[in-house]
């Protein structure tokens, strides 16, 4: 598991979660930037590319990176965290073998941070969403954050999940939105105030949950439900739709819950 250091941005690899120091690390939860959307977002390999530069003369390297990295490690480290995983830049993507782990480790990986930052660049500061003729509540469920499939398990899995404005201040926890999240989004209140955990729930219930979210490639739209069903699947990008169908049929392999077949509609009428 590779994360970054919240003073300079720099990345390390520990063997799993459990070995990051303390077992304290924070993580983000985002929407990725489209061409169009802003900066382009960093990899892996960019990252590693100004780590080496600034080594060489001295520099810090968060002085370099992207605002949403540097952003995210500067309130990171003011919250007392070391460590810090970003999605886009923690994963050699160019390694089939890391990406497998990464997409079947994912759910673990949110879980046990200690804290999830959900950063809404859609949405304004608190005061500025209390001028708006819209409501509150409004302004912030119509988020693309909540259309997108891979923020669903960001949103379930950690302990404490905390909502960032497009500057990055607090809007709130997800237990302070839970009502909200549960009228807008059918997502349960009780599994946002970890009151029940969503394995209480079916099948059929916990898939409803990703009701009218999207993924750029569509294999994602079954990839990013593994952790949310307790799957572990290898990914194959270019499989298309049969993702879903490997899925399914992981799933019929490991339990004996008969509500999976009420879900194709799911991914058939609305993606």
Known sequence: MWVLSTDRAELHSFASPEEVPDASFAALSHVWNKPGDGPPEQSFQDVRKIQETCAKDGTNPRDFVGEKIRRCCELAEKHGFKWLWIDTCCIDKTS????????????????LARIC???????????????????HADVFTRSIWFKRGWTLQELIAPRFFLFLSTSW??????????????????????VLRLEVSHTEFSVAQRMSWFRRRQTTRVEDEAYCLLGLLDIHMPPLYGEGRDAFWRLQKKIMKQSSDTTLFACHHIFTSEM
Do not use: W
Not at 169 to 190: C, M, N, W
């Open 169 to 190: 201040q607090v809007l709130g926890t997800k237990a302070d939105f839970a009502d909200i999240l549960e009228r807008s989004h059918r997502i349960p209140a009780t």
């Open 117 to 135: 930052y959900g950063y809404l660049r859609d949405v304004p500061d608190l005061d500025d969403i209390c001028n708006d003729s819209r409501s």
């Open 96 to 111: 089939s073998a890391e990406l497998s782990e990464a997409i079947n480790s994912m759910f673990r990986y949110y879980s």
